[in-house]
């Protein structure tokens, strides 16, 4: 499985994983940083990092699901990441032992196995649309 597919089935799982129920429909997110309301089959939805991959290329938590939120492009990509609101929304959401807990993980660096994530994210997201009985 290659490294793209393994992100965009994460991508998908959290999008869907962040999405608010309306009329039975999980269309909308909220971009976590900024509040901006968004369909998560756009292209302005994306799935960003509190912690990305850092200068190495790797990062110990880059498949970890409590690092990863719907974020809109503005904030994921011109904004990188926009990390001074990103960083409380995490503590409300997590608290300060997460976070440092993803800072030391981060740090070890570990290796990706790309089809692992792959194949556990396609079988989360299909699991999350079944709960919600989407078919889309």
């Not at 909220?30 to 369909?39: F, L, N, P, V």
């Not at 190495?56 to 904004?79: K, L, P």
């Not at 030391?104 to 792959?118: A, E, F, N, Q, W």
Request: with cysteine; aromatic share 12%.
């Amino acid at each position: 499985m290659k490294r793209t597919t393994a992100n965009q089935y994460m991508s998908q799982y959290i999008l869907l994983r962040d999405a608010m129920p309306s009329n039975g429909s999980y269309e909308w997110v909220s971009c976590c940083t900024c509040g901006m309301m968004m369909s998560r089959f756009g292209s302005n939805s994306h799935a960003g990092h509190f912690i990305g991959k850092g200068l190495g290329g790797g990062s110990g938590v880059y498949y970890d699901e409590r690092n990863v939120h719907a974020q809109c492009h503005r904030c994921n990509e011109y904004e990188q990441g926009n990390g001074a609101e990103y960083y409380p929304f995490m503590l409300e959401k997590y608290g300060q032992e997460v976070i440092d807990e993803l800072r030391m993980k981060h740090r070890l660096r570990r290796p990706h196995s790309i089809d692992k994530y792959g194949i556990m994210y396609r079988e989360m997201y299909k699991e999350l649309k079944k709960k919600y009985g989407l078919k889309k």
